[in-house]
């Protein structure tokens, strides 16, 4: 796979330049290594992409089902055949260490697997009627053409988990990637998808910013779907932007995920479990845990035990198997966490580890003495951070993980699980894991959050909803009596 060709828009089919006279560079957040430049997409683009995609759907529509599925899997084989040059340049681009890139390409393939199943499902109902002679049909249709903005902390997977399903139902795709990810997030997927045989305009990737495209992505009449994935206060406006504009808005935003521990944890896998929730990725996750909520009668033996642990993991060069936490993706991320911290211990927060910045490498801060108000307990951490607060009652410990307005992921572990299952069900997100990690998404299982973790639910049946609609048809096989 040629990388340098990735640099470009990828729009109706063709790879060119933006028509913006500004330039996007791509750099690797690890040592300022210069990745790609961009010649940015103008609004003009924007049009170009939709136009394309509204175009080639109408020909995606002609392709039999089997033909459509054959496709989608041809993509899992291309991944598959470069697969190490894929985790190369995630590993580059994003600051992901080795492990990161195995992960995020396996959840990958396991999406595009589950994508390529939709055009097989397209399922539609025979349902009676009130009046005689009369029968009802509902059809199962693609809503037309998808937006889709991506983030950049899993922009491989995040972009995969709407382009893919968009694509299997039927549909027209625009990906904006991040600007921090324009590659992994963006013209990579649309070079797997090229590769893979869909028709000509079908996906287009157009890599821009803000200040030059305005909300066009959004406001274009052409798409009937924006799907977006990152911070809330961003997200919050696209929802209003898209509703204002008569598209429906699917948001996977921000989260402050609690991590329970009972009196009856294991310990030492709660520790592990705990350290892997927050620190994979850097803690760049919207599931990672941001609060280790911890029964006070195994509160000081967690504490030594977690210190002890995040104390062994490596921060440096991702490039390095040995390497745990790499770079976070951009300096003002690292100055962001930074404030954060210090805020934290002017609220009276203790770090009881108390890691370096340094340019964008962030080493592991642990705080201690956390009261819920305190802005650490209730922003999302986006990086190397952590809080660790104590509890007496199970009412204790899930009213301290409710204190929060965001609800997407957490975790409970306790050795009696059904008493893990009924405070679960308490804790007001849509995801709890009990014994296990806050880090989950499966291809088949509902993923989505409540409060101001997001609207919608994708994966799965869930996704094959999203990205379709009903379309009712009567036939009346006589003649209906009218009053008039």
Request: with cysteine; charged share 25%; proline share 5%.
């Amino acid at each position: 796979m040629n990388y340098s060709e990735l640099g470009k828009q990828f729009i109706g089919g063709e790879w060119r330049e933006g028509k913006s006279c500004k330039t996007l560079t791509d750099i690797n957040p690890y040592n300022d290594d210069v990745i790609n430049t961009f010649q940015i997409a103008s609004v003009a683009d924007i049009d170009d992409a939709y136009q394309a995609a509204y175009k080639a759907k109408l020909e995606w529509d002609k392709i039999n089902p089997y033909i459509k599925r054959d496709i989608l899997e041809n993509a899992v084989k291309y991944i598959e055949a470069n697969e190490e040059e894929i985790a190369s340049i995630i590993v580059q681009e994003l600051g992901g260490t080795q492990l990161k890139a195995a992960f995020e390409i396996g959840l990958v393939k396991n999406m595009v697997k589950e994508a390529a199943t939709f055009p097989l499902r397209m399922e539609g109902k025979i349902l009676p009627s009130t009046e005689d002679g009369k029968e009802n049909r509902l059809y199962r249709i693609p809503a037309g053409v998808v937006g889709v903005i991506s983030p950049f902390n899993f922009p491989f997977f995040l972009s995969m988990k709407s382009v893919a399903p968009a694509l299997g139902a039927g549909n027209g795709v625009v990906l904006k990637p991040h600007e921090d990810s324009p590659i992994t997030g963006g013209t990579l997927i649309g070079k797997i998808f090229e590769e893979a045989g869909i028709p000509k305009g079908l996906l287009n990737v157009v890599v821009t910013d803000i200040e030059e495209i305005g909300d066009a992505f959004v406001e274009h009449p052409i798409p009937r779907i924006i799907s977006f994935t990152g911070s809330t206060k961003v997200g919050s406006y696209i929802g209003q932007l898209a509703i204002k504009n008569f598209k429906k808005p699917l948001l996977e935003l921000g989260g402050n995920s609690a991590f329970i521990i009972m009196e009856d944890a294991d310990l030492d896998y709660a520790v592990q479990a705990a350290t892997f929730s927050r620190f994979t990725h850097q803690g760049q996750i919207c599931m990672s845990a941001n609060r280790i909520i911890v029964h006070k009668a195994i509160y000081q033996d967690f504490v030594n035990k977690f210190k002890e642990k995040v104390s062994t993991l490596t921060t440096g060069d991702p490039s390095d198997p040995q390497t745990i936490i790499g770079p976070v993706i951009n300096h003002r991320q690292a100055e962001a966490l930074e404030k954060l911290i210090a805020k934290g211990i002017e609220q009276g927060a203790v770090p009881l580890l108390h890691g370096k910045i340094t340019g964008r490498m962030v080493e592991p801060t642990i705080l201690i003495n956390v009261k819920t108000d305190m802005a650490v307990a209730q922003e999302e951490l986006f990086g190397p951070v952590v809080c660790i607060i104590p509890f007496e009652t199970d009412e204790e410990a899930i009213e301290i993980a409710n204190d929060t307005r965001f609800g997407l992921s957490g975790a409970i572990h306790t050795s009696n699980l059904e008493r893990g299952v009924e405070m679960a069900k308490k804790v007001h997100t849509g995801m709890v894991h009990v014994n296990d990690v806050t880090i989950n998404d499966e291809p088949i299982v509902a993923f989505g959050g409540e409060k101001q973790s997001g609207i919608g639910r994708l994966n799965g049946e869930w996704s094959l909803d999203e990205f379709t609609t009903m379309k009712w048809i009567s036939v009346n096989y006589g003649q209906r009596k009218l009053p008039y």
